[in-house]
């Protein structure tokens, strides 16, 4: 497992396309109304939106992710880290917030290999 | 040797810029790129004036068009160049109007400022990380500005980032 983060407009998803030799069909791309993730697809990306989705459902994106392992084994994982700014006034965004956190610790725990994206520039953290 | 900086708001990325700048040679240009809009525009002016003091920075205004101000200096000098936000806020939100693709002539006019002008630090701010959905236009200057960082980032010798004062070398050294 690959577990990817950066701010957004970071370069993640270019950066797993050239590192992991990845096609437009191998890249299941999250939106805000991603219930379910594709586990077909060899690269997850956008898990924040995802992770949204569930937060809006009430559920815990890292519960659902972690009855996924398994099948998320030999899988590139992508994050926007949303962490770095003031705390949101609004409670969704609290939650959302929070709930990424969780979601990357675990990811970050379980993934072969962690990447940070800055400016374009891959850092290894693991 | 080119520098290009970034981190969050008063991580201390101005200090490190300003003494890798220093440190760089003479003459020494501080490359002011704000445009003063009202009071406490004003105001942060001459706080960052008074910060500077002492330095030996030479100023030279320039808010938008930035290969002007080369025209005003001697390229082989040392050039602080603070802020890139700044510059793409005035390029794209012109008095004119709204410049959607603002970004994508910064970032060649400033590529072009890095090579006639090789010893400059430049300073972005990292504005990707937080819990927010931001409207179109918002999103569409994050996206712009991470667009410029990225070519810098491409172009230059050296890419930093300031953490709570301390510094993380993406790319090549910390030039000190």
Redesign the interface.
């Known amino acids: 497992m690959v577990f990817i983060l950066g701010g957004s407009h970071q370069g993640k998803l270019e950066f797993a396309r050239a590192r992991y030799a990845l096609t437009d069909a191998d890249v299941f791309l999250c939106a805000e109304d991603t219930a379910e993730i594709n586990l077909s697809r060899r690269c997850v990306a956008g898990l924040e939106r995802f992770a949204l989705n569930r937060v809006r459902a009430g559920a815990e994106p890292a519960d659902a992710l972690c009855e996924r392992l398994g099948a998320l084994r030999d899988s590139v994982l992508i994050a926007t880290d949303i962490s770095c700014g003031v705390v949101p006034v609004d409670p969704l965004m609290r939650a959302w917030r929070e709930a990424c956190g969780r979601m990357n610790n675990l990811l970050a725990e379980e993934a072969d290999e962690v990447w940070r994206l800055f400016c374009g520039l891959p850092q290894r953290l693991k | 040797m080119s520098t290009?900086i970034?981190g969050?708001a008063k991580n201390g990325k101005s200090f490190y810029a300003q003494r890798i700048a220093k440190a760089a040679g003479t003459p020494l240009y501080y490359v002011a790129t704000m445009i003063p809009h009202d009071a406490e525009d004003d105001a942060r002016v001459l706080r960052h004036r008074a910060e500077r003091a002492g330095w030996g920075f030479e100023t030279l205004e320039c808010g938008r068009d930035i290969l002007s101000c080369l025209e005003r200096a001697d390229a082989g000098g040392s050039f602080l160049l603070d802020s890139v936000t700044a510059l793409l806020s005035n390029e794209m939100f012109a008095p004119d109007g709204i410049h959607a693709d603002a970004h994508l002539r910064l970032a060649d006019e400033l590529e072009t400022f890095v090579r006639r002008a090789p010893n400059t630090v430049l300073v972005s701010d990292?504005i990707?990380?937080?819990?927010?959905?931001y409207d179109d236009l918002t999103e569409a200057y994050?996206?712009a500005l991470?667009?410029v960082?990225?070519r810098?980032?491409?172009c230059c010798d050296n890419?930093l980032?300031v953490v709570a004062g301390r510094v993380?070398v993406?790319?090549g050294v910390l030039p000190l």
Request: no cysteine; net charge positive.
């Open positions: 290009f970034s969050g990292f990707y990380s937080d819990a927010a959905l994050r996206a991470a667009h960082d990225r810098l980032a491409r890419v980032e993380v993406h790319k």
